[in-house]
């Protein structure tokens, strides 16, 4: 397929420096209007980079959850109640969620339904046939899975290698984690960030949570070395608008906050 390339797009980006998070504009603004300049093809990729926070804005309507919306997804808080009504024009993934929400149906017995919404979800990208995309979900698809299983060993030691449900089993990394016992996972060689991540495990709640994002960073980076003026560069610099405008969003007191609902939601995985 032929690459199309974005020159004055991408020469006119403004500086992101992770260590001065500043955003010049909001990223959900900055994605509306930079799809009218893509390919249709290109486009769609934007879409799926905005899915995330579609996904969560969709667990918490449906679920009629007590938290913000989060910006930066493709669709309104209307259209999404709209669609959990009638779901007709959302991505399969959560038409399907929808539909079996609505009949008390569960598809994957066993998992909350965030977890279901994210198993179905990152089947669906990490298969996607655009190399940035397969890997940058592949890559969320993993931290996410890891940082979930190094939780509840620290919060739920007898449940050593036993982790259940919570670990979304899309791939070979997963079963690695499901079936290890050893400090990485014996994931060292397939992973080579798991070490950094599994020892920044015992720094306080905000720093953790900074270095990780570095490593979200540091990994848009690298995906991107040989991309120059194509959609890939594009796609990157609006995932780290989204990373620069969420630490806007946050200081310490909040940054605690999150994290600690992050476990919560964990081990109540667990116990469902």
Known sequence: MFARNYYYLVTSLP????????????????????????????????RIVRLPADNANFITLLESR???LQPGGNYTRDELL????????????????????????????GMILEDQLNLL??????????????AWFTFELNLRNVLVALTLRKKLPHLQ???????????????????????????????????????????????????????????LDELTIASYFRIET?????IKLMIVERWMRLDSAVGRQKLARMVEEIIRRVEY
């Open 15 to 46: 500086d992101l420096v992770f260590e001065h998070p500043r955003s010049p504009v909001s990223a959900a603004a900055f994605m509306d209007d930079l799809a009218e300049f893509l390919d249709p093809e290109d486009a769609a990729l934007l």
């Open 66 to 68: 007590d938290r913000e």
């Open 82 to 109: 709209e669609e959990i009504k009638q779901p007709d024009a959302l991505p399969d993934y959560l038409q399907i969620l929808a539909r079996a929400y609505r009949e008390g149906r569960q598809l994957f017995p």
């Open 121 to 134: 979800f990152y089947e669906q990208v990490i298969a996607h046939p655009n190399a940035f995309i397969a």
């Open 161 to 219: 290698g036993q982790h259940t449900a919570s670990v979304l089993c899309c791939n070979e990394i997963a079963e690695h984690i499901l079936k290890s016992t050893a400090p990485d996972f014996g994931l060292c060689d397939a992973l080579p960030w798991i070490d950094y991540v599994v020892e920044i495990q015992e720094e306080e709640i905000p720093e953790r949570e900074q270095e990780l994002d570095r490593l979200r960073w540091n990994m």
């Open 234 to 238: 594009l796609l990157a610099f609006c």
